[in-house]
């Protein structure tokens, strides 16, 4: 019954929000001063009742306006709002408010000055009050604390509004009431809780405005829209024209040119256009530009113009007209640049420094090459080179070019490794899975309390899947996938928007230990990591698409040029950009924004077997590269965008036949942060005993054991050495732990406590849908007279009840200090972890700690 009352009242603050607004009629507001009170008397001599109105006042600097009546009060700096209540918000024809006028106390007698009502001066003079834009938003601040207020100025109800403003750099909002924000960069996006998503016609938000605190209290919103109109109801402006259009420098075949910065008009200025005649040549953010492509001994007349964050042009900028060169006047190129070297790089970039060529008729420009790629083009002798994989060597080359376009010879190559990923320190990747709130019962907050959030570097969220239709990243949905794991359809169309973002959490699931209301726009996991990220800024939260069950249809957005942009630009819209599809009222733009710093690809597996139903093609190993230098590339082109470097990781197969068969790994490299090589998962026996049920064997020892029966032999050394052997850098790859178990029933012994025995099927599960596999910290607690063991020679722990019983394989403590040792020994970058719900703290500290040990 309390829960329906709530609701029920909900719903009438939603259809009775706050007070009509103005409309456009006049009015007059007379103050009189009594000691320090203030008092409005409001007058309508109008011969039919005036809804809506409001006064705004100017105070002497130092002077507050405060403890209202039959009114509110909103005071930013000098300038006061007066808003009345309800009951006296309409003013009878020929009326005035008495005996309700709103009054207040002022901290000194003082006049108010620059009095209006609803945009007219308050004694009645000058021009009728003009027509209030249908929708603005006003902007008031309270120390840190900002409000707007929105007011619908029509006829008709509000259905919706969004509000985005900008920040000075460094500033963000947060703590938002009646409101969730977003913020990317600079940019907020405001959107309205669930009860005044709506605004009646002539009412306001109010009293449920949204609020927000500022880091900085000085701090002023700018660039204020809502409903992408001006929030004051002012029409938009145009940027200005650039000024002083020049051309420093000119080719046979290009000419430069440089600009003076343009004034902007109502929104930031995000680039220029620059045209020849009336041909749009380039767009660049800068105030400079070179034009290429032209004809030698060619007269071509340029201009310029702004755009703003809108899209709007301003005028032209002066016309100058420039003739290329002829090529015949200067046959000669200029000397080859000497001395090229590398003074400095980052995990991305290389920064180059080279002595200057000299030429007969000047030199016009440099080009740097990355093997035989032009990567970029500089007037001077440093260039920076950027979009660089970390670990990685790259040649590099310089080539003068003169103003007649002749190149010089290359210089003498210099080669530069850029740094590790981590710094020279050791990557602790871990899985988090999405339903292990479920039945697990393991949050993220679990990541937090465990202590393990603080020694990992990074976090792969799993799993997102594929739209089988639109061949795109599919998000917004929750549907199940089929219990049947031998189903070819068993994730098509599956999801869970309920735990990523929509699920509320109670105070005691949560990192911060505050529990949401339900009517947040960002809920559920994402909204935990994201409060995770704060605690741990350390921490890099990367997406995993695909996994095991929703691989199916990598194939096909992989297939060709357009699928490949099309799936990648997707999945950048939904994860990195943030654009959640609306789910059960949460989600909406830039709701997701700032929570993944990153893609982890999950294909299991290009070109060879994976789940059954899974789409194969011989063009896997091919399309496979191809999609990850998409990745890359978008990745990379968001980063000139955002300034921030985006992650791309990969879960790599263990098995030589499909690496052959779906990685081309020297090429794949070039563009990879990190190679999560599996170290698990070995052999084992699944749910439905499809796979190895009639022998027990380790699921991820280190070295070959000297028992297996096998005429393969899996082991993590093995499964590392065709990566090093396509020359990956080591520093790109990390090994696999199991944070869980394979287990195996009835048993025999035959002396070797269940080593390669025969066995009968899966051993029960932690769960009953997942025979065969339980977590290390259940396993340990939930299987009886399990007596752990290890196997020296093959570094692999096992536990066995004994004759015909469950024998499991497993890492625990000791395995994992092994496996570092001998990652250390062959400069790895570190290990993967799948996944943490299996451990309590345990497992990860051990991790931690032999990384760590000298």
């Known amino acids: 019954m309390r829960r329906y009352a709530a609701v029920l009242l909900v719903l009438i603050v939603a259809t009775a929000m706050a007070a009509p607004v103005q409309a456009a009629a006049r009015l007059t507001a007379a103050f009189t001063l009594t000691g320090n009170q203030g008092k409005f008397v409001v007058s309508n001599p109008n011969s039919t009742a005036v809804t809506g109105w409001s006064i705004y006042f100017d105070l002497p600097s130092g002077v507050t306006a405060s403890n209202p009546q039959n009114a509110t009060i909103a005071q930013n700096g000098t300038r006061v709002k007066l808003t009345p209540l309800f009951y006296i918000n309409t003013v009878r024809a020929n009326g005035n408010t008495e005996p309700y006028s709103p009054t207040f106390t002022l901290s000194s007698a003082v006049q108010p000055t620059s009095c209006s009502i609803n945009g007219a001066n308050c004694d009645g003079s000058g021009g009728d009050p003009p027509d209030p834009s249908p929708v603005m938003a006003e902007f008031s601040k309270s120390g840190s604390r900002g409000t707007y207020v929105i007011s619908n100025n029509t006829d008709t109800t509000l259905s919706g509004w969004t509000i985005t403003f900008d920040l000075p750099a460094g500033v963000t909002a947060s703590n938002a009431d009646h409101g969730t924000l977003a913020q990317n960069g600079r940019q907020v996006t405001l959107t309205p809780a669930h009860y005044n998503t709506s605004v009646g016609a002539r009412r306001t938000t109010d009293p449920y405005s949204p609020t927000f605190t500022l880091s900085s209290a000085s701090a002023e919103p700018a660039n204020c829209r809502v409903n992408d109109v001006r929030c004051d109801g002012s029409a938009d402006t145009a940027p200005g024209a650039p000024g002083n259009l020049r051309s420093p420098v000119k080719t046979t075949k290009t000419v430069s040119l440089a600009w003076d910065a343009a004034t902007p008009g109502s929104l930031p200025i995000t680039g220029y256009n620059v045209y020849a005649g009336s041909t749009l040549k380039t767009t660049v953010t800068g105030t400079s530009a070179t034009v290429d492509g032209l004809t030698p001994n060619t007269e071509y007349s340029f201009t310029v113009k702004t755009v703003d964050r809108k899209g709007t042009l301003s005028p032209a900028s002066n016309a100058i007209s420039v003739k290329t060169n002829d090529p ?76 007649y376009d002749n190149l010089s010879q290359a210089s003498a190559p210099v080669k530069a490794t850029t740094d590790d990923l981590v710094a020279g320190g050791y990557a602790r990747v871990g899985y988090f899975v999405q339903w292990g709130i479920y039945g697990r019962q393991y949050f993220v907050k679990n990541l937090d309390t465990t202590g393990n959030a603080r020694k990992l570097t990074h976090i792969n969220y799993a799993f997102g ?120 009222a949460a989600g909406g733009p830039g709701t997701g924004a700032g929570i993944f710093d990153g893609i982890d690809l999950d294909w299991e597996w290009p070109g060879a077997e994976g789940h059954p ?123 696999g732990l199991a944070y869980y178990g394979r287990g195996w029933q009835n048993v025999t012994d035959n002396g070797k406590a269940g080593e390669w025995q025969d066995a009968k099927g899966a051993a029960p599960g932690q769960f009953a849908e997942e025979a065969g596999t339980r977590g290390y910290s259940n396993l340990l607690s ?56 299996g451990d309590t703290g345990v497992l990860t500290t051990a991790l931690d700690n032999a990384l760590k040990a000298p």
Request: aromatic share 10%; charged share 20%.
């Open 613 to 735: 139903g899974n789409h194969v093609s011989p063009d896997d190993k091919v399309n496979n590269t191809l999609l990850i230098a998409e990745f890359r590339k978008q990745l990379d082109e968001l980063t000139k965008e955002t300034g921030k470097r985006y992650e791309l990781t990969a879960f790599t197969p263990a098995d030589p036949a499909k690496i052959e068969a779906g990685w081309e790994l020297a090429k794949v490299a070039k563009y990879m942060d990190i190679f999560n090589i599996q170290g698990y998962d070995f052999h084992g026996s699944g749910s439905d005993n499809s796979w190895e049920p009639n022998r027990t064997g380790h699921q991820g020892n280190l070295y070959t054991d000297v028992d297996d029966p096998y005429n393969f032999h899996f082991s993590v050394e093995n499964a590392v050495q065709p990566y090093l052997d396509a020359g990956i850098n080591p520093r790109k790859l990390t090994i």
């Open 328 to 403: 015949a006047e200067d046959p000669e190129p200029p000397t080859t640049p000497t001395n090229v070297r590398a003074t400095g790089k980052t995990s991305s970039s290389v920064t180059l420094a080279w002595n200057a060529s000299t030429d007969n008729k000047g030199v016009a420009n440099y080009h740097v090459y990355v093997g035989d790629e032009l990567k970029t083009t500089v007037t001077g002798t440093t260039a920076t080179v950027d979009g660089l994989s970390p670990s990685t060597e790259y040649s590099f080359t310089v080539r003068a070019r003169d103003l």
């Open 782 to 837: 939930s299987v009886p007279n399990c007596t752990i063991k290890h196997d020296t020679q093959a570094v692999a722990t096992y536990c066995y009840t004994g004759n015909n019983g469950q024998w499991w394989s497993f890492d625990d403590a000791w395995s994992i200090e092994q496996k570092v040792a001998w990652l250390k020994k062959k400069k790895l970058l570190g290990a993967m972890i799948w996944e943490m719900s």
């Open 465 to 584: 899947n594929i739209d089988p239709v639109n061949l795109t990243c599919l998000h917004g949905v929750t549907k199940g996938t089929s219990s049947n794991p031998q189903d070819p359809n068993q994730g098509d169309g599956a999801g869970d928007a309920e735990a990523d973002y929509s699920r509320p959490f109670s105070a005691a699931q949560s990192v911060d230990g505050v529990g949401d209301t339900g009517w947040e726009k960002l809920r559920g996991n994402y909204n935990q990591l994201k409060k995770l990220k704060a605690k741990y800024p350390h921490l890099k939260v990367l997406i995993s698409l695909g996994g095991w069950t929703y691989s199916k249809y990598f194939s096909d957005v992989a297939k060709t040029d357009a699928s490949r942009k099309k799936f990648v630009a997707s999945c950048l819209d939904v994860y990195i950009k943030g654009n959640l599809p609306t789910y059960n």
